[in-house]
């Protein structure tokens, strides 16, 4: 009889929205520090999974939310947001431009989060309200998630808005628009496309291996 998968345990834990469950997958409280990697095996690749999952309309709305939610909740309780093992980052946030379908900016944050990273939930906003939180937080990586092409074209006006105040964070786009014309996000000024959550997580990571350290506080 052979061991069952690690990854189906803690994804159909989070399915069946039991903490227990997964909680237990990930280990014992007197295991933090082997905890981490065991996040980075699990946690990632379930939320994502359930990603594709909500694509096929093979889970519900509820399961993706909670599994989200449940894994933030595990993740801090592992690496609490003060603990100096968080990845040392620059200031980064995360926003729905001018759309009010928030999954797909949920499954980021959480698998970001999951990844060790924190980042700013700037919810929905129009883009002159982002661009003038994004000056005044100092925003060094963004995330800009969009449903609709009209939300995807108005991208080019925050950049363009940014550039004028003298702010030049990257930002990484994704969403609908840029799945269907993969040149789009070039055309609105964005610095790079991720069509997956963990493609997010990835680019996000090579960007900061490359940024100065000077430019990381």
């Not at 520090?33 to 509820?62: F, K, Y």
């Not at 801090?76 to 980052?89: E, F, G, K, Y």
Request: overall charge negative.
């Amino acid at each position: 009889m052979t061991d069952a998968d690690p990854v189906e345990t803690f994804l159909n834990a989070l399915l069946a929205m039991d903490r227990v469950a997964a909680k237990r997958a990930l280990g014992g409280p007197g295991e933090a520090a082997a905890r981490l990697d065991v996040v980075e095996r699990l946690v990632v690749p379930s939320l994502e999974r359930i990603g594709d999952l909500w694509e096929r309309g093979e889970v519900s709305l509820s399961q993706v939310y909670m599994s989200g939610r449940m894994c933030e909740e595990m993740v801090d309780a592992i690496l609490p947001p003060c603990d100096p093992r968080r990845v040392d980052q620059p200031p980064m946030a995360i926003a729905v431009l001018d759309d009010y379908h928030l999954l797909g900016k949920r499954m980021v944050y959480s698998v970001l989060r999951a990844s060790g990273y924190e980042l700013k939930d700037y919810g929905t906003l129009d883009a002159d309200t982002l661009v003038s939180r994004v000056v005044r937080d100092g925003i060094v990586v963004l995330l800009i998630s969009v449903l609709m092409l009209p939300s995807a074209l108005h991208i080019k006006r925050v950049r363009e808005a940014m550039d004028r105040a003298g702010c030049r964070p990257f930002i990484l786009v994704g969403g609908a628009p840029f799945r269907f014309d993969t040149e789009l996000w070039r055309e609105v000024g964005a610095d790079a496309m991720a069509g997956t959550a963990a493609e997010g997580v990835t680019l996000v990571r090579k960007f900061l291996d490359d940024l100065p350290k000077e430019h990381r506080a």
